[in-house]
C-alpha cells in the first residue's frame, strides 16, 4: 500500500495544484517545502538536484517555483520543533501559494519521546 502511495504522490499534487485559485499566467506558484532531513536532502550527492523539492521543480517545471526550506534533525515537538528555525521564519516570508510539510520522521525517536512522553501514548 505505502508503495502504491508513493507512485501516487506526484500526480496527487498535480491535481491538487491544478486547482490552485488566482494565479495569474504570468505569475508563478510558489511552494514552499518545510520539513527535516528528508525535505533537505540531507546524505544525498546533490541535494540540490536530488532532494524531493528539486525533483518537484523538475516535475512541475517553470510556472511553479519550489523553495526548500528542510532543516536537518527538526521535529514538532517543541524542544527541537522546526517552528524555532530561521528557515521557518523565511517559509513564512517567501509568502507561499502551497505548503509541503514532511515533519514527525525524527519525533518518534528515543530521546524525543522520552522528553514528552505523554505525547506517546502505547
Known sequence: M??????????????????????SAAQKIRIACVGNSITQGVRLSHPTEESYPAQLQQLLGNGYEVLNFGVSGKTVIPANGYSATDAYQKALH?????VTI?????DSRLPYRLEVPEQFDD
Do not use: C, E, W, Y
Open 102 to 106: 514532511k515533519l514527525g520522521t525524527n
Open 2 to 23: 505505502v508503495f502504491i502511495f508513493r507512485l501516487l504522490q506526484p500526480f496527487l499534487l498535480l491535481l491538487f495544484l491544478a486547482g490552485v485559485p488566482g494565479v
Open 94 to 98: 517567501s509568502r507561499p501559494d502551497v
